[in-house]
C-alpha cells in the first residue's frame, strides 16, 4: 500500500533555516530507503512549542517562506509531511502541510486544540474544520496532528466513515512518567474505531522545561504496537504498509521506571545548554545526593570537561561532606574547586549585627551560607558564560525548603520536577550501569542534610520524604482534596502542615529556574496557582 518514514527530528524554536536544513536531509535519507512519504513533527518548522512567536506577522511570514524552501529542497524526492504555521481569513493555524513535487500538495488545520497542562493553543490559533485525504503509494492516507487523536470524532470519524487505510498523526507531545502507555492506548483506541493503520510521529529533544522523548509508532488496524522508534534520540524508522501486515527495522524496547526519567533528565539539560549556547555548567558539589545526581546527570550530558564543580565549606560543612564531594568528582572526572566561605559568611554578619541587634540567631543566619554560595556560583557564571546549575528537588521546592537567592540560584534546575524519594532510585539506578558507580554509597547512605547548623537533618523541619512526597503528589500533581489525602490512610493534621507549606512557598516557586517536566503535573506553566490567595480547606476541618 504505503512505505511511511517516521522522521523523529529534533528541532530547534525559531532556528527555521536550521530545522528546513535537517528535515532536507532526513527526507533524502527517506527516499534512499524507498518511502512514499517521511512524517515530520508538529510545528516542526517552528520547533515546538513556538508560543508567542507567533503572535509576530514576520514569524509566520518567516515560517511560511521556509516551508516552501522545504518544498523546494525536497521536490525530486519522496512526499514530505510536516508541521507549520498557516494563516487563513480565520486567523492561525497550527497545520500539516503535505509537500510533493516541489509545492504545497496538501494542507490540513489541526482540528482540536488542547488548552490544558502546558498547551494553552486556543490562545494562538483558530481551529480546523476539515479533514483531509490524501493519496500516495496505492493507499489514501487521512492527515491529523496531535491532539486530533486524543478523542473521538473529527477528523477521525470521517477517516473511519470513509475507510481510509492509513492515518498519518504528527505530533509534539512532551514527556512524562509513564506517558507512553497513554499514547498508545489513544493509538490503540483510534485504530479500532476507524478500521486504520495510524502511523504517530513524535518530536524529540529538550525545549525549556519540556522533554520531547520521542518513541513513535505504528499501531495495527486491530490496535497492536507493531512497530516503534527509539525513546530519546532521534530516529529514522520505515515502515512498509501493505494488505494483511507491516515490515520494518527491529528496535530495542523503549526504556522504563528509572532508566526512562533519567534518559529524559539527560536530553533536557543537554538541549537546554546546547540549544542556548553555553559551552559549561557550574553547580555547587555539597557531597548530598541532590548535587551529587545533577552533578553525575551533567557528566553524562554533556561530558565531564564540559562541568565545573564547587565545595563551598562552611563552619557547619562536615569533613564527610567534604570527602564525599572530592570523591563523586574524581569518579566523574569533572573538575573541583573549593572556596571557603567562613570570611564571607563572618564578614556577612558583622555588616548585619546592627540590624539584627537583639534578636536571636535562626534561619536568616542560616540562609546567608546559602545565600552566599549562590552568589559566589553566579559570579563564576558570569565570569565564564557558563550556565550555574541549581540542585533543588520538587519535594523541596513543594514546601518552601530552599533559599531564594541561595540554593535556588541558576539558570536551569534540572532534578527540580523530581520528587526526593526518585531522587534516590534514579541515583542508585544510575550506579548499577558501571562497576565504578559515580554516587558512593555513603552519599545514599547518610541522612539528608542542609549543614546550616551543627547537626542539622531534613527531618527537623520536614516529616520523612518517604511521607512528604506522596502528599505533595496527590495535592500538586491529582489535585486531591486534603480529605481525600487523609483518606488515603495520611495523619489529617500532617497533610493539613505539608498543603500549608506548600501554599506559603508559591511566591519562592515563581524566582525559581525552569527545570525539565517529568511528572504530569510540574510546578511552573503546567500549575498556576495565585501567589496571593486565601482559600484554604483543611482535613482536619
Not at 342 to 357: I, K
Not at 510 to 515: N, V
Request: charged residues 25%; contains cysteine; glycine residues 10%.
Amino acid at each position: 500500500m504505503v512505505r511511511v518514514a517516521l522522521g523523529q527530528v529534533n528541532t530547534t524554536v525559531g532556528d527555521l533555516a536550521g530545522n528546513v536544513a535537517a528535515m532536507t536531509e532526513w527526507a533524502s535519507r527517506a527516499t534512499d530507503l524507498g518511502a512514499d512519504v517521511v512524517c515530520f513533527p508538529e510545528l516542526a518548522i517552528t520547533g515546538y512549542p513556538p508560543e508567542d512567536l507567533v503572535l509576530r506577522p514576520a514569524f509566520v511570514d518567516d515560517n511560511l517562506a521556509a516551508l516552501g524552501d522545504l518544498a523546494a529542497r525536497t521536490a525530486g524526492g519522496c512526499a514530505v509531511l510536516v508541521g507549520f504555521v498557516d494563516r487563513s481569513e480565520r486567523g492561525l493555524h497550527n497545520a500539516a502541510a503535505l509537500l510533493r513535487g516541489g509545492t504545497v500538495h496538501a494542507r490540513y488545520h489541526k482540528v482540536k486544540l488542547p488548552n490544558y497542562g502546558v498547551f494553552d493553543e486556543r490562545r494562538t490559533f483558530a481551529p480546523g474544520d476539515a479533514p483531509c485525504t490524501v493519496r500516495l503509494g496505492s493507499s489514501a492516507l487521512g492527515l491529523s496532528v496531535c491532539e486530533d487523536a486524543w478523542q473521538p470524532g473529527p477528523p477521525f470519524d470521517t477517516y473511519a466513515r470513509e475507510r481510509v487505510p492509513v492515518v498519518l498523526n504528527i505530533n509534539g507531545s512532551p514527556y512524562h512518567r509513564r506517558k507512553v502507555s497513554e499514547r498508545y492506548e489513544i493509538c490503540r483506541d483510534r485504530a479500532r474505531e476507524t478500521g486504520a493503520w495510524i502511523v504517530y510521529v513524535n518530536a524529540v529533544g529538550g525545549q525549556d522545561e519540556l522533554v520531547f522523548d520521542g518513541g513513535s509508532m505504528v499501531v495495527s488496524p486491530s490496535g497492536e504496537l507493531v512497530h516503534r522508534a527509539r525513546m530519546f534520540e532521534e530516529d529514522l524508522l520505515v515502515v512498509e504498509i501493505r494488505e494483511g501486515g507491516s515490515v520494518a527495522e527491529d528496535r530495542p524496547q523503549w526504556p522504563e521506571g528509572p532508566e526512562e526519567v533519567y534518559r529524559a533528565l539527560e536530553l533536557g539539560l543537554g538541549d537546554y545548554v546546547g540549544k542556548n549556547g553555553f559551552a559549561e555548567v557550574v553547580l555547587g558539589l555539597s557531597g548530598g545526593i541532590d548535587s551529587a545526581l545533577v552533578a553525575t546527570i551533567a557528566a553524562d550530558a554533556l561530558g565531564p570537561a564540559a562541568v565545573r564543580a564547587f565545595t563551598m565549606p562552611s563552619p557547619f560543612t562536615s569533613r564527610e561532606s567534604l570527602e564525599d564531594a572530592e570523591e563523586i568528582a574524581r569518579r566523574l572526572g569533572v573538575r573541583l574547586d573549593e572556596i571557603r566561605i567562613d570570611e564571607v559568611f563572618a564578614a556577612y554578619r558583622r555588616a548585619l549585627a546592627e540590624a539584627f541587634r537583639g534578636t536571636p540567631e535562626g534561619v536568616a543566619e542560616e540562609n546567608l551560607q546559602a545565600r552566599i554560595r549562590g552568589n559566589l556560583l553566579m559570579a563564576v557564571s558570569n565570569k565564564f558564560g557558563s550556565l550555574c546549575l541549581a540542585t533543588g528537588n520538587k519535594s523541596e521546592y513543594a514546601v518552601g525548603y530552599a533559599t531564594l537567592y541561595g540554593d535556588m540560584a541558576g539558570g536551569f534546575a534540572p532534578i527540580k520536577d523530581v520528587p526526593k524519594t526518585l531522587v534516590y532510585e534514579l541515583a542508585r539506578w544510575r550506579n548499577g550501569l558501571d562497576d565504578r558507580p559515580p554516587i558512593p554509597q555513603r552519599v545514599l547512605d547518610k541522612p539528608p542534610s542542609a549543614e546550616l547548623r551543627p547537626n542539622q537533618r531534613d527531618t527537623d523541619s520536614l516529616p520523612p520524604y518517604e511521607e512528604l512526597d506522596p502528599i505533595v503528589e496527590a495535592f500538586v500533581e491529582e489535585d486531591r482534596s486534603p480529605e481525600e489525602i487523609a483518606a488515603q490512610g495520611f495523619d489529617p493534621a500532617l497533610v493539613d502542615r505539608v498543603i500549608a507549606m506548600i501554599d506559603r512557598a508559591e511566591y519562592k516557586r515563581r524566582q525559581a529556574p525552569p527545570g525539565d517536566k517529568i511528572t504530569p503535573k510540574a510546578f511552573g506553566r503546567d500549575r498556576r496557582v495565585p501567589i496571593t490567595n486565601r482559600y484554604r480547606r483543611n482535613a482536619t476541618g
